[in-house]
């Protein structure tokens, strides 16, 4: 069973503003369809709390739950488990942060010495339970990050990275080494130097590698990258970055793509339909309307799936131009996700 916490309590207090089947200054954790809609795809889910952490609102009441959960296994800790994290800790601390991980081999040899003394079994089930708890973070090459909360820095410098933007053309992210190198690469002059290079190295620099470098797999499970492929399934060895790419459609201003939207998302998609297929015999304007809360990511997976076909130059943050070619004629299309209408 499963309980899932939400946070900001305060925040979610109905005002009468409507939610339906919630009267106003009712606490809700989420809308009800989202909560049945929720539970339909995980159905382990058995209750929501919300909680705030200004306020104390909803912490008395997880509480309680979690007490009259008689499902719940109670174990013991042992102290070994213990001194093995103030060993960990103690070493970050001692390298003035400059320890960014260990890997694997010196985990279970620090585990497994004295006078800590843990077998192999109990030094996964301790290594579990560290990154469960977010003292520790387990990298895909297995490395161990001693302190998670840098791993804000690793995904940042996506971002940060001073001279980056001119090579993340239309939002692609190329696994070589010198953009790679941009991101994560160190400054040994400046003191920068905080992780090995094989974090950020890897076989992914190879043609069709299927094993990006820990950075990049962090990059990709975060949601703040997605992988590429070819037509067939292999791996194109970029990525597409939906954050960088640019807000405002191609040969459209931000102030009259914004006009443009306001008046009605139609008009906005034809007249960009005009301008990027001046030279086309045919090409289509689709509205699709969904009825329910898409995914914050659903933009971007559409934006990957259909990269193959996507027009040069012709993606922006909410959508992007296709071109399909069928046999004796040209069809130009222009699928268009995630209008913010006002």
Partial sequence: PIILV????????????????????????????????????????????????????????????????????????????????????????????NQFSVTSTEFF?????????????????????????????????????????????????????????????????????????????CDEARGECKWSDGMWKGESSLPDSENPPPFL????????????????????????????????PPKMTQVESDELLAEDPLVFLHRLADRLFQDKEEYGVVEVRYGVTLPDSFISRLQVALRHLTLLGGSWRYGCCLCVQNPGSSHSMLPTTGLQTP
Wanted: hydrophobic letters at 40%; one cysteine or more; aromatic letters at 6%.
């Fill in 6 to 97: 939400t946070t900001f309590a305060d925040d979610r207090i109905t005002a009468g503003m409507g939610v339906s089947g919630v009267g106003a200054g009712e606490l809700v954790a989420m809308a009800p369809f989202e909560l049945e809609s929720l539970r339909r795809r995980h159905p382990k889910i058995m209750d929501v709390i919300t909680v705030d952490s200004r306020t104390g609102r909803g912490i008395n009441e997880l509480r309680k739950r979690l007490a009259s959960m008689k499902s719940i296994k109670k174990d013991v800790i042992p102290q070994s488990y213990a001194r093995l994290k103030e060993m960990l800790m103690r070493m970050s601390a001692q390298s003035y942060g």
């Fill in 217 to 248: 797999q962090l990059l990709h499970s975060s949601g703040l990258a997605f992988e590429l492929f070819k037509p067939d399934g292999r791996p194109l060895n970029c990525s597409l970055v939906p954050a960088k790419l640019s807000p405002t």
């Fill in 109 to 185: 040899a620090m585990a497994q010495s004295e006078p800590i003394g843990l077998d192999r079994k109990s030094a996964e089930q301790a290594k579990s339970l560290f990154c469960a708890w977010g003292d520790l973070y387990e990298l895909s090459s297995g490395d161990i990050v001693l302190q998670p909360q840098r791993l804000a820095d690793v995904l940042a410098r996506v971002f940060t990275a001073r001279k980056l933007d001119s090579m993340l053309q239309d939002g692609i992210l190329r696994h070589d080494s010198k953009s790679l190198g941009e991101v994560w690469g």
